[in-house]
Every structure is written in structure tokens, then in C-alpha cells.
């Protein structure tokens, strides 16, 4: 059923907190290069779900793959056995994750937290890993904002710093987890710009939002969650223009 | 205000403007005048009323013998016993400070076996009073009169006494600041450093912990300056510091209160310098943050 050229494979993810189901039964492929986009009413599970692709959450059951390995597992017969730490932190250097809220370190300077990963989990010499932040601030617009501490930037400018530092390890895959929610509405552009560049570039990325425009624009593949599973899925003109499910309908209706 | 002085009177005057039309002329702005502080005026006096016969009489009054002080301030004995007091105090806050990260790392990991030694220790020693451990240490030849094959009166001198007494007392405490600290950041912190791959040493020391001391320093300014202080306990055990250099030349001259002060007054030196510097280090932390510079 899967594609060769399948980067993510997600099998039947359950995951639960205490009595509340809120992943029942998750199926998800990416393809490389491809855009998915991820909608969903709050709650859906949409978070809890881009957080198992790199291991952040336990599942219950299920599986992913990225590349064809498992992620956080070992599999020997019939059983999955947790991987060590050092071997699942290995495994999340090749999966970049961008958060709501940022999440830079406030006591480094921009430079220092592009430079922080690089040298820390790739062993690169911070030589190499200063020359390579200065390039990708260059392509994020904020050369210039190197030695300033993120405090000091406006929400649009830290996300990029975000996406920047996430770029630093050269992932395979990247993980954006509503990554316009938290700014100003006149900041959601320049962020905005940033990933369809990365899309422009081939990048696989998987792509939590609620903003319907972008998702018609770079989206290869829309995915609409509720209640814990995957209502419907398919390219945007169809999932966005002809949905085919009441509950896809209603919250699109709610959106746009 | 009978007199108009010219700053004002120039501010005063409509300012012939190109962009105000011509033959209306502009209400001067009205001039702030700052209320007046007379309660602030009064209880500085007041205050001061009190003050200064206390001093004028601690100065006049011989039998503080403000000679005597200078006398023995700088003497080698004295500077002996200072030079204990802050090697105890650098030693006891750096052992108890490491010991105490540990103690807290340990209480917030996800083993219960771990988490629940941590806790014991902090219970146990918060509970004991600080003096009866030493006195507890100072006898542990009647429990244990030998340890790995040597005497335990050869092993443990007063001051190796003084520096385990204080030091798992210092940690009890110090768990629970830098406990206090680690909590006091944000998760996401920690997850964003896994999800960039680092490993738990260097997110607890380049992520965690630089950014708990924000809240770690301020009380752990406040235990540096209670442990020098605290360390002047020792002298019940005739460990040579700060106190007990002085106690040794008054029991030898009757001179109680001058020497007293002498010591008092290098524990007040030590505790501006230190203030001082935690002021610094607080600073120094404070990189990046909000309201910061
Ligand atoms: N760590 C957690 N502990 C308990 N409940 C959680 C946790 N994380 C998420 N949830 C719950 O799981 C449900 C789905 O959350 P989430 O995946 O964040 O949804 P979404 O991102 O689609 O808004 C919500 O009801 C949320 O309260
Ligand atoms: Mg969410």
C-alpha cells in the first residue's frame, strides 16, 4: 500500500490521556517533496498528531516511519521496543519541529540558537555551524537581527528565527504546528512567505493551520481531522471546493 | 512665583509658528509642577531625630571601645579566622549547591526510586537543626569508631566536620531553590531542545539551567549570606573561624564587646561585597529577558 517514495508513514496511531481518546486510529502518508496541510477543529487531536510523528508524544499503538524507519522503535518479531534517548534525539535532528509559540531560547542571541543544535546533536565544528545560521538568516530576512536576543523581535520575526533554527540541522521533514496562530495578523504574511518558499523548494513538510488561502496555495495534500481521526483527505481543490463530509462542510463554512 | 524666570517665560510665550494661523495666538502649554512630598519630608526627619543620637552615642560612649576594634581588626589571628569563614562558606555553598542540583534533578526525573530518596533527604535535613547534625558528626566515633580500617577521630577533623554538617544542611535547602528555578521554566523550552536533538545534560546546562537562574540567584544570594553568617556555628565544635578567633582573644582579655564587633564588622564588610555581587549576577542572568538593559 505504500508508496516507494512514501517519506512519512503513519499506521494506526492511537494515543490517549487517561480516559480521553483523542488519536483513534490514525492513517497518514506524506510523499517527499509534498506539502500536507492539516486542518481541524480545536481539539481534533492535530498537535497531539504532528507530535507523535517525531516522538515528542508516546502512542498506544501504531507506528511511523519516516524514510522507512521507525520512529522512537526498535522492531524485533512482534513487538516494539522503545529506542534509547540518544538513538530517538538522533532520529528528531532529521525531523525540524516549529512550534505556536516559538519556543526560542530567550537567553541566546538569534545566532546562538541557530547555532546551538548544529554543533550540540551534529557534532559540527561552530565554525561551520555560524556560517551556516548567517545563510539561513539571510533567507529568512533577518541577517541583520544575528546578535539580537528574540525578545527584541515581533512575533513574525521569532517565528522565522524558529524556522531557521529548525532548517539548521537540514531536516528530511518539517513539522509546523500552527505556526502563524500566535502573531498578529498583519505579521501571518512574512511567515507565511517563508514556508511557501520552502515548499517552492521541495521541502516535505506537514503543516497544522488554519489559514484556508495558504493550504490552497502550496498544499499538495489537505487533511481534515475530527474527533480523533481523519474525516477526509485529498488534493485542495477538492477537500476545500467539494468537501464531501458534513462535518469537513461545517467547519469549512466556520473558516473561510 | 513672583519672581518669572526666563526658562519659563520663554515657554510661555506663543511661539510664532508658520502652522498656526496667523492672528490666533496658541494657549501657552500648562507647566507641571510636581506635588509636594511633605509626609516623605517628615518621616525623614523623624527617622533621622531617632537615628543620630543613637549613633552620637554609640561613637561617644567608651565602653564600646572603638580603640580596642581598631586594635585587633586587622591582627593575624582575626584575618586567620576570616580567611576560614569565607573558605568555609565558598566550599559549603559550591558542595551544596551541586549536591542540591543533583538532589533536584533527581526529584523531578521520572524514577520514583530517585524522586523519593530526594525528597527523604530534603525532609530529613530541613528537620534537623543544623547545630545538633554537627554535634551528631562531632561524635560519630561512638556509632562508628572505625571507618575502612581508620580511626574515625583521624579521619574527621573539626573543620572536615564543619564542611559535611553544613554542606548537607546547605543542600537540603539549595534542592529545593534550584528545584524552584527548574520549574520556573517554561516546557516548551524543553521541548523545543528535543526536538532539536539535544541530549538531557545539555538541555538541563544550556537550556534549563541559565534560564532558571533568573529565579535560582536572588534566594541563593540570600543562603550565601545566611551561610557566612551561619557559619560562625562552627565555633561550638573549636573550629577556628571568624567567631571563635575572636571568642579565643576575649576569653583571654575580658574585652567581650569590642571584639564582638570586630567580628560583626567583617561580617558586615563580606555581606555589602557579596550583595554587591549578587547584583552583578543577577544582571548577567537577566540577558534577553523582558525589561532586561
Ligand atoms: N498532555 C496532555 N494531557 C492531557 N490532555 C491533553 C494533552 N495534550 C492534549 N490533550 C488533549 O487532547 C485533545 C487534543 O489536543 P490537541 O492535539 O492539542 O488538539 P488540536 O491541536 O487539534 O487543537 C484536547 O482535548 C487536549 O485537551
Ligand atoms: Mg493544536
Redesign the pocket.
Known amino acids: 500500500m505504500s508508496t516507494p517514495s512514501a517519506m512519512v508513514e503513519a499506521r494506526g496511531i492511537h494515543k490517549s490521556f487517561g480516559s480521553l481518546d483523542v488519536l483513534k486510529g490514525v492513517d497518514l502518508d506524506v510523499r517527499a517533496g509534498e506539502v500536507t496541510v492539516v486542518l481541524g477543529p480545536?481539539?481534533s487531536g492535530?498537535?497531539?498528531l504532528?507530535r507523535t510523528l517525531n516522538h515528542l508524544e508516546k502512542v498506544d499503538s501504531g507506528s511511523v516511519r519516516v524514510n522507512g524507519e521507525l520512529v522512537g522503535y526498535r522492531r524485533s518479531g512482534n513487538k516494539l521496543y522503545e529506542l534509547r534517548e540518544r538513538d530517538i534525539l538522533k532520529q528528531r535532528t532529521k525531523i525540524g519541529f516549529v512550534f505556536?509559540n516559538f519556543h526560542l531560547f530567550p537567553h541566546l542571541t538569534v545566532l546562538e540558537n541557530l547555532v546551538e543544535a548544529p554543533v550540540a546533536a551534529l557534532r559540527r565544528p561552530k565554525k561551520d555551524a555560524v556560517a551556516g545560521a548567517r545563510a539561513l538568516l539571510d533567507r529568512v530576512g533577518l541577517a541583520d537581527k544575528a546578535d539580537a536576543y528574540p525578545r527584541t523581535l515581533s512575533g513574525g520575526q521569532q517565528q522565522r528565527v524558529a524556522i531557521a533554527r529548525a532548517l539548521a540541522l537540514e531536516p528530511e521533514l518539517l513539522l509546523f504546528?500552527?505556526p502563524t496562530?500566535a502573531l498578529d495578523p498583519e505579521l501571518v504574511g512574512e511567515v507565511l512567505d517563508v514556508i511557501k518558499d520552502l515548499a517552492h523548494r521541495g521541502t516535505t513538510m506537514i503543516v497544522?493551520t488554519h489559514e484556508i488561502g495558504f493550504a490552497r496555495e502550496v498544499a499538495d495534500t489537505v487533511v481534515f481531522m475530527d474527533g480523533g481521526r481523519i474525516v477526509e483527505q485529498g488534493p485542495p481543490g477538492q477537500v476545500l471546493d467539494h468537501p464531501r463530509h458534513e462535518r469537513t462542510k461545517s467547519f469549512l463554512s466556520k473558516v473561510l | 512665583m513672583s519672581s518669572v524666570d526666563p526658562v519659563s517665560a520663554t515657554l510661555d510665550a506663543p511661539a510664532p509658528s508658520a502652522a498656526a494661523p496667523p492672528g490666533t495666538s496658541r494657549p501657552a502649554a500648562p507647566r507641571i509642577v510636581p506635588r509636594r512630598r511633605t509626609g516623605q519630608w517628615a518621616s525623614a526627619v523623624a527617622v533621622l531625630a531617632l537615628l543620630v543620637p543613637a549613633a552620637v552615642s554609640v561613637v561617644r560612649n567608651d565602653a564600646f571601645q572603638w580603640d580596642v576594634v581598631a586594635d585587633y581588626f586587622l591582627t593575624d589571628a582575626v584575618l586567620r579566622g576570616l580567611g576560614l569563614t569565607l573558605w568555609l562558606t565558598v566550599l559549603v555553598m559550591a558542595l551544596g549547591f551541586a549536591l542540591g542540583t543533583l538532589l533536584a534533578t533527581m526529584r523531578l526525573s521520572a524514577n520514583p526510586v530517585l524522586r523519593g530518596v530526594s525528597w527523604g533527604y530534603v525532609w530529613l535535613f530541613r528537620s534537623m537543626p543544623v547545630l545538633v547534625q554537627l554535634l551528631f558528626w562531632f561524635n560519630i566515633g561512638a556509632l562508628y569508631p572505625t571507618i575502612l580500617g581508620v580511626r574515625t577521630v583521624d579521619l574527621l577533623d573539626p573543620v572536615a566536620i564543619a564542611v559535611i554538617g553544613l554542606t548537607l544542611h546547605e543542600a537540603a535547602y539549595a534542592a529545593e531553590v534550584v528545584r524552584g528555578g527548574i520549574l520556573s521554566v517554561e516546557k516548551g523550552q524543553l521541548e523545543a531542545a528535543q526536538s532539536l536533538g539535544l541530549g538531557a545534560w545539555r538541555r538541563l546546562r544550556r537550556i534549563v539551567l541559565p534560564q532558571a537562574m533568573r529565579a535560582i540567584v536572588p534566594p541563593a544570594g540570600n543562603m550565601l549570606i545566611g551561610t557566612l553568617k551561619g557559619t560562625s556555628i562552627v565555633s561550638v565544635i573549636a573550629v577556628q573561624d571568624l567567631l571563635y578567633s575572636v571568642q579565643l582573644v576575649y576569653h583571654r582579655t575580658y574585652q567581650v564587646i569590642p571584639l564582638l564587633l570586630v567580628a560583626t564588622l567583617w561580617y558586615v564588610v563580606v555581606t555589602s561585597v557579596l550583595s554587591a555581587g549578587q547584583y552583578l549576577v543577577e544582571r548577567h542572568y537577566a540577558r534577553g529577558a523582558a525589561g532586561a538593559r
Open positions: 480545536s481539539g492535530k498537535s497531539t504532528l505556536q504546528d500552527e496562530s497544522v
